[in-house]
């Protein structure tokens, strides 16, 4: 079974600065993708960017971007030009390919990020 | 596209009452998934359907949960005789195939009294 950790429950930034929100997994399976997600207060579970384990090469999307250490198998996302509107809470996400259970997402605990003007 | 809808928004039942959740995919969208979220928590895999198909309920409780996605309408997750532990988000997803196009819904909140 895969299990995902995020050891840090909170952290804070000044509005236009850098923050960097770490994950950990733990799967014996060499395929499979990782992802972050953002959940601000509607609730509502927004992707913010999505990693295959296949490409060395980090995801990045605007102002996010992760640092996929496959070896080490850590996953943090950094938040560059932080804005009021990223204050959320943010979840890490695995997803092995192939099986029965392609498309089963396997959380962690999450990390409310609160930006401060 | 209307996106993954679900309803209701809120819902409120007694203890010993029946919940019933709908969740409709988007256009094109034949996998459909459900997540329960305990306050302060992550989101917890419940269960996996296909129309017609149970797929993967590796999540689900043992008792008093079901889930189905028919071949007309939408998927329903259903509690029977709701305790207060049942109290929590519950979250529906669906895609085209497993990976792209993932896309969840805004969730239901359930309330246990």
């Known amino acids: 079974a895969q299990t995902v950790t995020q050891s840090q429950p909170e952290m804070s930034v000044q509005e236009a600065e850098t923050v960097t929100l770490s994950c950990t997994y733990d799967?014996?399976?060499?395929?499979?993708?990782l992802f972050w997600y953002k959940q601000p207060p509607s609730r509502q579970m927004i992707l913010v960017i999505r990693?295959?384990?296949?490409?060395?090469q980090n995801a990045t999307e605007n102002r996010f971007s992760v640092n996929f250490q496959k070896a080490a198998k850590s996953f943090s996302l950094k938040i560059s030009d932080s804005q009021l509107g990223d204050t959320a809470m943010y979840f890490c996400?695995?997803?092995?390919?192939?099986?029965?259970?392609?498309?089963?997402?396997?959380f962690g605990q999450g990390t409310i990020l609160t930006v401060h003007p | 596209n209307a996106g993954v809808m679900q309803n209701p928004r809120h819902l409120v039942r007694r203890r010993g009452q029946e919940a019933r959740l709908r969740c409709s995919p988007m256009?094109?969208?034949?996998?459909v998934y459900w997540y329960r979220q305990l306050p302060e928590e992550g989101l917890k895999f419940m269960v996996y359907?296909?129309?017609?198909?149970?797929?993967?309920e590796s999540g689900m409780p043992k008792e008093r949960f079901s889930a189905e996605f028919p071949k007309e309408g939408p998927s329903i997750l259903r509690i029977q005789q709701v305790v207060r532990g049942d109290s929590a988000a519950y979250f529906c997803?669906?895609?085209?195939?497993?990976?792209?196009?993932?896309?969840f819904g805004s969730g239901t909140r359930l309330t246990v009294v």
């Open positions: 359907l296909q129309k017609e198909n149970i797929i993967d």
């Open positions: 996400a695995f997803m092995k390919t192939g099986g029965t259970s392609y498309g089963k997402l396997t």
């Open positions: 990693q295959e384990a296949y490409k060395q």
């Open positions: 799967t014996s399976e060499n395929n499979y993708y």
């Open positions: 997803a669906s895609s085209p195939r497993q990976v792209y196009g993932y896309t």
């Open positions: 256009k094109g969208h034949s996998h």
